[in-house]
């Protein structure tokens, strides 16, 4: 169906930048660098289409089927696949889509409060950092 199918799309872009990545490193050209944001910026639109897909068809019926123990299983085995070293940088690229007046609020629902505290000690400046090497002219 839909989904298999932009999973396909996603493993195809995937390889894409995964070949496209070694010119970038070696050389950091222009040309070389162009190329790869083309692939990142196909992959969003890829990931947006497909995540909101997900959130509007398969969370709904998920939340139906699934029981807390499977949703909570769910969750630890996602949290496990990001290394620890990146989880702060993690939470920023989530909340860079939560709306600013948002976030507060959604912190505090989502983190316990020892995990805001480390955002807010240490998290945020890192994030910032990590994103501004990103996104530098």
Known sequence: G?????HAV????????HEALPAWERTASVPAREHVADVLDTMR?????HLGDEESAILPTASTVMTQREWSALHEHGMKSVP?????????????VVPADERAGWLKANLP???RLLWHLVGRRRFAAHRGRIYAS
Do not use: P
């Open 10 to 17: 996603t493993a195809e872009e995937l390889r894409e930048l």
């Open 2 to 6: 839909r989904m298999r199918a932009q």
């Open 84 to 96: 620890r070293d990146r989880l702060l940088l993690q939470l920023g690229w989530i909340l860079e």
């Open 45 to 49: 639109d890829t990931l947006l289409t």
């Open 113 to 115: 409060a020892l995990a």
